[in-house]
């Protein structure tokens, strides 16, 4: 039987490459949503609320953006893009003032705001779930439905 040879691919240009970026559900959101789920808390998937966090607790009112390290400009790994400098340095300061927006605007309406970056949750996501599990223990109103006691040990019903 004879084999089918397959072109070699033609490499991406940059506005393919740059469509191909997902805007949710990226590996680092998936993971934290699964070791959450895994820690006993329930949330929902970006709720109609301002700025569309990832993920919120809407009993006790917590949003949870997990920030790209390009796209926000995170100060350890953001590099500049060898070409069109000033489009993505403009749109990068676009990116952090509208996220402090958001913050503002929700804190307004009464919600705390976790930002974790990208890289928090490849290179220790147990923190980043500690951090998580910490605030929604914390507030006044556990309306998350968390089944975590303030140990942060699963309860069993």
Not at 38 to 64: E, N, Q, T, W
Not at 103 to 113: F, I, N, P, R, S
Not at 115 to 126: I, K, N, Q, T, Y
Request: with cysteine; net charge positive.
């Amino acid at each position: 039987m004879q084999r089918k040879r397959r072109r070699k691919a033609s490499p991406l240009t940059k506005s393919e490459q740059m469509a191909r970026v997902r805007g949710m559900d990226t590996g680092p959101e998936m993971a934290l949503r699964r070791a959450l789920w895994h820690a006993g808390l329930r949330y929902r998937i970006r709720p109609s609320i301002p700025g569309r966090p990832d993920l919120a607790f809407m009993g006790c009112k917590i949003a949870v953006f997990v920030d790209g390290c390009f796209w926000h400009g995170c100060e350890v790994h953001y590099k500049v893009p060898s070409t069109n400098v000033t489009f993505w340095s403009e749109k990068i300061v676009r990116n952090k003032q509208r996220d402090r927006d958001v913050d503002a605007e929700l804190g307004k309406l009464g919600w705390t705001v976790l930002r974790c970056w990208e890289h928090e949750v490849e290179d220790d996501l147990g923190s980043v779930v500690d951090r998580i599990r910490s605030a929604v223990v914390r507030s006044p109103d556990k309306g998350a439905r968390a089944s975590a006691d303030a140990s942060g040990k699963a309860r069993t019903n």
